[in-house]
């Protein structure tokens, strides 16, 4: 099993301009999450997926949209990024909200 | 607000001693909190979890407690090894938030040989 797969690893992109971060998960896992983890900051929430067909704001939503296409994939866009959302990205998924989270290996983002 | 204060942000420790690391939390309805570790470079993986109905948990050298009164609960290492440096982080769930998993700071350990 592949657990969690993220794409891309690396990105940078120009202040601007969008993107999608693609996560899928092959554990038929009901929750899925992204965070975004900053220096001294530990790791946020931006939105997470408790189960398909559901949304919800985390932490730090503003500037970011999601999109849970099916079970198994969460996408995270930027319309038009900012250097404030230079950070490293990482998607999760778990069982239920209260079990453990696999991690995907994350997205390290550059906006210039 | 609601969320989850963790300290110290760093620990440095000499190998054999113990560490801990403390969380406190806002919302009493909670009653899941797992602890993570993070190698430099790696994802976040858990470690050690515990929910509401006891009090302690362990597993070999680690052992988390947790105090619902207070509304705190700690990460305890014994013995700490040089491969136990790491950034660990603790989470709970607010439920008063719709159910969100949330993470304090992190705390960087780092053990001395």
């Known amino acids: 099993n592949a657990g969690v797969t993220q794409t891309p690893k690396f990105q940078v992109l120009k202040t601007g301009q969008s993107m999608t971060l693609q996560c899928a998960q092959d554990m038929n896992h009901n929750s899925m999450y992204w965070y975004r983890q900053d220096p001294g900051m530990g790791l946020r929430l931006i939105y997470y997926?408790?189960?398909?067909?559901?949304?919800d704001k985390g932490e730090v939503p503003n500037g970011y949209n999601v999109s849970r296409l099916n079970k198994r994939e969460f996408s995270l866009r930027l319309e038009s990024a900012a250097p404030s959302q230079t950070s490293v990205y990482f998607c999760?998924?778990?069982?239920?909200?209260?079990?453990?989270?696999?991690f995907g290996s994350g997205t390290q983002l550059s906006v210039l | 607000g609601e969320n989850v204060e963790q300290h110290p942000s760093t620990l440095s420790v000499q190998e054999g001693d113990s560490a801990v690391i403390k969380c406190t939390y806002s919302d009493s309805a909670s009653n899941y909190f797992p602890w993570y570790k993070q190698e430099l470079g790696k994802r976040p993986q858990l470690i050690i979890d515990i929910r509401s109905n006891v009090g302690e948990k362990k597993d070999q050298r680690i052992a988390v407690t947790l105090n619902k009164t207070a509304k705190h609960f700690s990460l305890h290492i014994t013995e700490t090894q040089p491969e136990d440096s790491a950034v660990y982080f603790c989470a709970a769930i607010l439920y008063n938030q719709g159910g969100k998993l949330i993470f304090g700071q992190g705390t960087e350990l780092s053990v001395k040989p």
């Open positions: 997926s408790a189960s398909e067909g559901t949304t």
């Open positions: 999760a998924s778990s069982g239920q909200i209260d079990e453990k989270l696999f």
